[in-house]
């Protein structure tokens, strides 16, 4: 419907956008673009303006959410919608998010270039803070954005590294965070959610396919901040029997889960994960000649199926017992966020895979991580992920994307928007 | 030989001592007195007005390490030395190496008051940075007290907090680390070295007894700064196979080594020790989303036997070897420091334990962790380690010494000490 020469003008901009951006958040390694913060507001406004310097307008929610709305013939309708998140993990790569945002905007930019009025109206979205490690929380832009959740309680969530609250980052960006009367996306002015997104995991590069199709939001159960506690001593004199070593009990635990990792691996379930990403003695008080007393860490566990993280968190409290018994140390294991599977629409992935055939492209269907994509199906608006093939896995610098993936994915989803407009 | 009252007199100055440094070196939590530092320097400067006040007159080696002389009526023989080291583990107790350094004290404090003047003249020392911790590396102090080992070597040494050498932190002290020509004690001065210090593990709490005498000194194998180097990955979405996490790479070794323990624990040998003290992931990088890609740690392992620390080096050898293969982790263990186990005097011993019988008190013989004493037994000289009870282990806030303990310690020092010197 669009020229191709139009699109793939549309595309070539987005993906400048896209590196100007990485070029602009350069951390050493990778990249930064912290959630409500720095890196970010400076993706916001390249952003904004190339949305301006292609005629279209941004308009923002109480929160710094950035949308762009290209109007259908029925504008009343409710809208096709795409986009992603523009924050970063610290040190993380490029494309997480990014990409998603700079592709919605080209089929919006590519569209109204074209002359092309489809009946509904297109909404591309430029959200934030999507990143757990900045507020110990995943999703908070969508959760602001579609009032997925205690707007006034997620204001009060502190960032981890300025100490300052959520709401203080908002109104620091200079938005109001107001909390009072309906989000500006609904289901009623919101007929579907497509997220482009990296894999951020290794499977279409093992497969050799540039995209494949989410199946389903893996669940998981985090404990972003856990202590094991024990007890200090001299490492040379205290014997094993009067031993309370946070760091063996903490290792016997984390191996307890990858025990039950590799036996779910090995009848075939390879669905399951876990993660201890953050294990640290305590700087000031840990030394080489010291019994280490105490073990702060994260843990992270998921899966698509229910059953399975019923049975991991089995593990971990008959684990927690059995160590707590026979190394005489604490497990505090802190707050608890957890997130269900979620499952996607499947009318929407159909549309997707259709649309792939349809270009001469192989499909594949592969769990994935949480997306935004998870708060709009929460929120009861129909939503599909289109991934695209990243060798090098994602919240780490070596993340990858090729233009030529990036421009197919981008095509994908502008067939599909128009499918889902028409 | 010396009157009751003159002994507890200056036992109890010397407590008070010790209790006195301990207020002026109090850290949150426990105290910290730095090697060749801060803390150090005032224990230092209080043990010598200590000194002047009771007509005894502090004389400094090229480093900073202090002695006190008193002349016996054959002051041309080899003196008999006691005394230990005044610096502490950051956070650390008051009493590991302090206690010993003042009972050395009370004992030429008491001896000159009461007018007795043995045959041999006694000498007390106060030693340096005996502490691994500050450069990592043990006994400096006594190295170079006693030239063992290369000094200028040893200059060269930085301390891991300030990052400057070993020499400026003595010079800065006003001292100047001059390695030419012989040190000040030697075989030929120096008759035999008894060390007074508290019991680092519990074993006299569990057994209930307020002495012990230290059969032989642990050797023990070091690795200050190693690390396990996997890849950073996404924690949810990074498969199994794909995975080269660094914590549960490095949990793995540590527990293999806990495992050889208890594996020499169940055959009867609880002689053995394993500590991974310092275990961290990277603080830059690491996140509850990322597999995480780094983690630095410190391992120490240490026995009384050479052949358990022949078999402990073969078995972290094959778990490196293994573990590599199957988890795409490199281990880098960085710079070894070992030190053999170290016999003590056995005449020594029995002199020591023939006092504490005839004050009525039982014996026991129990293996010790590393102290000065090591490096004086190494130089050729007799020595041997009276340990006092402790009952929450050393290196720790929560180190604890009963002055009634300190008091029959001090006794059987001066009983031991005028016995070798008659």
């Given amino acids: 419907m669009i020229p191709k020469n139009i699109l793939d003008g549309a595309i070539s901009d987005a993906w400048a956008l896209v590196l100007g951006i990485g070029r602009r958040t350069t951390d050493t390694p990778g990249h930064t673009r912290a959630s409500f913060g720095e890196g970010e507001q ?84 430029a959200m934030r803070g999507e990143e757990s490690p900045w507020f110990n929380m995943a999703y908070l832009g969508s959760r602001l954005l579609l009032a997925y959740g205690d707007r006034t309680e997620l204001g009060q969530r502190r960032r981890v590294d300025s100490g300052l609250t959520l709401r203080e980052h908002v109104e620091q960006l200079g938005f109001p965070f107001l909390t009072d009367g309906e989000p500006v996306l609904t289901r009623e002015n919101t007929a579907c959610f497509l997220e482009l997104h990296i894999e951020q995991g290794p499977l279409l590069e093992e497969k050799n396919l540039p995209l494949g199709v989410a199946s389903a939001i893996r669940g998981n159960v985090r404990y972003p901040s856990a202590r094991c506690l024990g007890e200090y001593g001299h490492a040379s004199t205290t014997p ?84 707590t018994a026979e190394r005489g140390v604490r497990f505090e294991m802190g707050p608890e966020v957890a997130a269900e599977p979620v499952a996607l629409d499947a009318r929407l992935i159909g549309l997707l895979e259709a649309q792939m055939r349809e270009l001469g492209l192989p499909t594949m269907r592969l769990p994935t991580a949480g997306h935004d994509a998870g708060i709009f199906a929460l929120s009861g608006i129909p939503s599909a992920v289109l991934l695209m093939r990243n060798p090098f896995g994602s919240h780490n610098p070596r993340e990858h994307l090729d233009e030529a993936d990036f421009a197919l994915g981008c095509s994908v989803l502008a067939r599909a928007m128009h499918a889902a407009a028409a």
């Avoid at 929610?61 to 950035?66: E, L, Q, S, V």
């Avoid at 997480?96 to 089929?107: E, N, P």
């Avoid at 994960?273 to 843990?299: C, I, W, Y």
């Fill in 42 to 125: 400076v993706a916001a406004d390249l952003v904004c303006q190339f949305g301006a310097s292609n005629g279209l307008d941004a308009e923002h929610d109480a929160f710094g959410n950035i949308y762009f709305l290209l109007p259908g013939t029925e504008p009343e309708l409710p809208a096709v919608t795409s986009g992603s998140h523009l924050d970063s993990v610290p040190n993380g790569g490029n494309y997480d998010g990014l990409a998603g945002t700079a592709a919605a905007l080209a089929v919006l930019v590519a569209t109204r270039k074209a002359g092309f009025q489809p009946r509904r109206s297109l909404r591309a979205l």
């Fill in 240 to 323: 094993r029997h009067s031993r309370r070593d946070a760091v063996m009990a903490a290792a016997e635990l984390a191996l307890g889960l990858d025990h039950l990792w590799a036996d779910l691996a090995a009848e075939g379930d390879d669905n399951f994960v876990v993660t201890l990403g953050r294990f640290s003695t305590d700087m000031a008080q840990h030394a080489l000649t010291k019994v280490p007393g105490e073990v702060n860490f994260s843990l992270n566990f998921g899966s698509t199926s229910e059953v399975t993280i019923r049975q991991a968190r089995e593990r971990l409290a008959e684990l927690i017992e059995r160590i």
